[in-house]
């Protein structure tokens, strides 16, 4: 049995305790600064109050402030936080990592460089650590359909591993898989990652459907939704993902867990899919992320990202102008207010 | 402006009239011999008694005695049977078609010969023609998310035309494409069509998680469903249907409308989505039919052909033993009366 410290005690990053527990292994849950709340309760009463459950036995919760005692003798260090929280993880971590170590994590989004480039958050995390620690230190990434709270519930839940270190892979399955946590692996840890961020950037696009038909007044009198335009968006992101991820050469994790399994689970609802049905509406998305005001939109975060790589790829003759319609429409919207324009010919055009 | 001929007056068949009439085109709408109540309602009315709606002008329905005068001067035959009909439609053409013709189909099938090939519909009704006219009639087929009740709402559906006739594409686009009625076209019929069967057959699996879930007791006290296993089958229906396709010799049409976007518009609801919800409450599949009395299963269809076919594979070599967990899995419960069982170490272990 091992010790594991996540740090991070969102949604995610608690909810792996729950196969990290009834595993036997100790864990050790620390809180981020944002997360005092979360601590105070579970040090209280074991309570998480925003997965609304019990920790399972096992689990031991920390503040930030108590890191160094969380980290010491720890066999494997999760990385619980969410997209925007990846180079503090890293900053944090640096100092504190030890040549052998080996770091998982949940955290799904891309980041576009001053200079155009995209880059897997797996790879934020290494360029914060000490050069002398980079290539010393297993990173692996968790990609795939999991609502935290079904995990939590111990629902069965299938994701799968990413690293490029392919001896690390078995061990962390191993250290994770339980009878409801099903666990499959890859190298493809680009395929992985950026299918993990695509699919909230492309889910804001299936929530569209869903927005332009309660403009349209909702289901008409004789019960037609629009579905048929949701799913039309749904398979054009797909097609999308694919050739990104292609031009981030990453390998064929699309039509699987990575990339269709997620999004599908992230268009049943949420935070990504309900900012997509406001722009459906007509809301600019600066008015949409005021009605939302204090959600972290990772959709629309990754959404920016790719809004800075696409001029720099088109620059570099990567992509032509008339690819990816779908992000780029997304992209306006985001970046600059535009209103929502399917640009159904372009993409279902030929 | 054109003639175009549909036989067939179900939920499909009749749905494709609205673009065509809203194009101008003179449509006669012929019922099969199960339509016959159907076509009393349109001749008396014009309302259609399954869609809930009027038929738009310039549509004319036809019994199908009246078959032969419908065919007269038709510019283009649209084939709206469900699989079950495809032998029917291509022996009733047969003797009326004529060379040059074109027939372009709404059904979604496939279907395993004695000898154990799987054959896509279009080649089953090809094989009905008489010899001399096999290679001188254009088919085609409609893939693509597309809930008829809402392209006959006139909401924003997008499919693919596919045909290996390449001449025929555009014309049909032209006939057939309005501003709410996108069409993309595709000279990889079998991919398209192998995409339309299969989606039928996984929806049955991703239909299984809901009633696995109620037979659970429904969401916790936490709010934790099954949609984690629902988008794991989901993600693990693309990589077969890939499969599937590649062995069908067919190209790359599962991360686009054929097959993610069609699944995804199937698993919102209706028979196939229920058939697996029985099923997963622990019904037989002899018991889920009875208690689904009446109704099409097209999914259940699909897998009954695949069952025949995949010993056939294997023995040939062409598929190992291990392969295709998700439809092995499928094709037990569907022709042996097995309880579903997901082999979530096959399907999702290394």
Redesign the interface.
Known sequence: MSTITILGAGFMGTAVAWPLADNGHAVRLVGTHLDADIIRSCQASGYHPR???QLPAGVQPFYVEQLDHALAGADLIVSGVNSLGMHWIGRTLGPRLWPGATVIAVTKGLEATPAGDLRILPDVLRDELPPSLRDRVALAAIG????A?????R????VIFASRDAVAL?RL?ATFQTPYY????STDIIGVEVCAALKNAYTVAVGIAGGLLEAAGGV?????????????L???S??E??RLVALMGGGEN?????????Q??T??GGRTIRLGRLLGLGRTYTQAVAEMAGETLEGAYVIQQLARVLPVWEAQGRIGRDELPLLRMLCRVITTDAAVV?P??A????
Do not use: K, Q
């Open positions: 997965l609304r459950r795939g359909p999991c609502i709270g079904e995990l939590a519930g629902r069965h839940s299938c078995p399955r099903h666990i499959t692996t008409d009198e004789a019960g037609a939704g629009m579905h048929n335009l949701a799913a039309a749904f398979g054009a797909a097609r993902m694919a699309v039509a699987w867990l990575p990339g269709v399994g997620d599908y689970v268009c049943v399917i159904f010919e993409l279902f055009g030929n």
